[in-house]
């Protein structure tokens, strides 16, 4: 069973997080507080659970500048090639930014640049596998599934200056 929660956050950050019980399997950024995911399925229960207590505890101290690293356990789902993404931005320390070069690089796929961008952008579990630390080569910002602004607002809490 698949329960989830929602909550809001500074800098305008709407979350829902799904939990299957022992891990965390999807994060999403909402639309407006409160709102219901549409495409979430519809079996899921909208209640809490230990683990999405941890994250929302966890989540709340990150915003205030008390945690810069998540032990709540992840449970992504995707493909070999998503995976060996995601496991790559794990490694992104607080702080620091990597290129989707420096990815695909870090992954042993250095001409992947592309598919690592689609694989960060499939990213199921937006800020606790950091995709927001990835920028352009040029150190731009790049999209992100929360708009550029709150991507921007996560660099800035965590200390990352920025180019320009």
Same mark, same amino acid.
């Given at each position: 069973?698949?329960?989830?929660? +929602?909550?809001?956050?500074?800098? @305008?950050?709407?979350?829902?997080?799904?939990?299957?019980?022992?891990?965390?399997?999807?994060? #999403? $950024?909402? +639309?407006?507080? %409160?709102?219901? !995911?549409?495409?979430?399925?519809? &079996?899921?229960?909208?209640?809490?659970?230990?683990? *999405?207590?941890?994250? *929302?505890?966890?989540?709340? #101290?990150?915003?205030? &500048?008390?945690? #810069?690293?998540?032990?709540?356990?992840?449970?992504?789902?995707?493909?070999?090639?998503?995976?060996?993404?995601?496991?790559?931005? #794990?490694? =992104?320390?607080?702080?620091?930014?990597?290129?989707?070069?420096?990815?695909?690089?870090? =992954?042993?796929?250095?001409?992947?640049?592309?598919?690592?961008?689609?694989?960060? &952008?499939?990213?199921?579990? !937006?800020? $606790?596998? !950091?995709?927001?630390?990835?920028? &352009?080569?040029?150190?731009?910002?790049?999209? $992100? %599934? @929360? @708009?550029?602004?709150?991507?921007?607002?996560?660099?800035?809490?965590?200390?990352?200056?920025?180019? @320009?």
């Amino acid at each position: 069973m698949v329960h989830w929660t +929602s909550a809001e956050f500074p800098y @305008g950050v709407s979350l829902a997080l799904a939990s299957d019980g022992a891990a965390l399997v999807r994060v #999403e $950024f909402l +639309s407006a507080p %409160g709102a219901v !995911p549409a495409h979430w399925p519809t &079996g899921w229960t909208q209640s809490s659970d230990a683990i *999405l207590d941890a994250a *929302l505890r966890q989540l709340r #101290e990150y915003f205030a &500048g008390r945690r #810069e690293v998540f032990s709540v356990p992840l449970r992504p789902a995707g493909t070999p090639f998503q995976l060996s993404v995601w496991n790559a931005l #794990e490694d =992104i320390p607080y702080g620091h930014t990597r290129t989707y070069r420096d990815i695909a690089k870090a =992954i042993g796929r250095p001409t992947a640049t592309r598919a690592v961008g689609a694989a960060n &952008g499939q990213n199921p579990l !937006p800020i $606790f596998v !950091p995709c927001h630390r990835v920028i &352009g080569s040029n150190g731009s910002l790049t999209g $992100f %599934g @929360g @708009g550029l602004d709150v991507k921007l607002a996560l660099l800035r809490l965590e200390g990352v200056l920025l180019p @320009g």
